[in-house]
Nanobody
């Protein structure tokens, strides 16, 4: 089993910055892709950003140029640096990880979510 633990959410003013973290632990051989999704009230969960263990990051158009995803491969941790935040960024942010276990099973895991509220 794999656990994803997120931290860093909270209240931030429009135009401000916030950094989210997500650490994976458990039966991990390799973490192939780590990323972030978000779900605003009354809306479906949507993709925000992802980063493979090798290769380039991908971003939703709505956050390009404002959010930056990064990974600490050795620590199985992913970060989301949120800058120039807008009220429409308000949502529960979920960490996602595509993990290969020591049993060579490949599965998708989700964190519990962390609330980000952008408001003055």
């Amino acid at each position: 089993q794999v656990q994803l633990v997120e931290s860093g959410g909270g209240l931030v003013q429009p135009g401000g910055s916030l950094r989210l973290s997500c650490a994976a632990s458990g039966n991990i051989l390799s973490v192939n892709v780590m990323g972030w999704y978000r779900q605003a009230p009354g809306k479906q969960r949507e993709f925000v950003a992802s980063m493979p263990s090798e290769g380039r990051a991908n971003y939703a158009d709505s956050v390009k140029g404002r959010f930056t995803i990064s990974r600490d491969i050795a620590e199985d941790t992913v970060y989301l640096q949120m800058s120039i935040v807008k009220p429409e960024d308000t949502a529960v942010y979920y960490c996602n990880a595509d993990v290969t276990s020591w049993g060579y099973n490949r599965e998708d895991y989700w964190g519990q979510g962390t609330q980000v509220t952008v408001s003055s």
